[in-house]
């Protein structure tokens, strides 16, 4: 069991950190940092604008990483922030035509990315894992939530106390 929590723990550790260094490297064309892709391309899917509080949920960050990460944009000129009431709270964010060509080139680079990592795989694999994956996910965060008593407590009951 040690050694399949080794191997799992390392791999994602390495994606992880691989897509980090993409992800910088894409953003330093704009001056950016790499937390700026993943923002630019969220704000992307949402073209009718979408909320700092929205970004934070589907992003994973916190307000403050989002807030920094916004206020960066803005000032790089790839979003425009909707004003409610002369203020900026529950503002919605759209990406500026200079934000929708960069969420664009990015897109493409992670795409061409993701591909590539692929390399070799038949179509069926790559299904079943990004479905074995998905799971997974939806595990870890069932367990992050509830925490792992009630899932230990599962676990053995359908594996018999191993």
Do not use: W
Not at 72 to 87: F, P, V
Not at 110 to 121: M, N, P, S, Y
Not at 125 to 136: H, K, M, S
């Amino acid at each position: 069991m040690r050694n399949r929590y080794g191997r799992f723990s390392n791999a994602i550790a390495c994606i992880y950190h691989d897509i980090q260094k993409i992800e910088r490297a894409e953003m330093a064309r704009y001056g950016l940092k790499g937390p700026h892709a993943q923002c630019l391309l969220e704000i992307g899917d949402f073209p009718d604008g979408v909320t700092a509080a929205r970004l934070c949920e589907n992003c994973e960050k916190d307000k403050a990483a989002i807030s920094r990460i916004l206020a960066e944009l803005e000032q790089a000129g790839m979003i425009l922030r909707e004003k409610r009431n002369g203020t900026v709270y529950r503002a919605k964010l759209y990406l500026t035509e200079r934000g929708k060509a960069a969420a664009q080139a990015v897109a493409e680079k992670a795409q061409l990315a993701v591909e590539l990592a692929g390399t070799g795989l038949k179509e069926s694999d790559r299904e079943t894992f990004y479905a074995v994956l998905g799971r997974i996910a939806g595990n870890l965060q069932g367990i992050c939530k509830e925490g792992l008593g009630k899932r230990e407590y599962e676990l053995r009951r359908l594996y018999g106390g191993r």
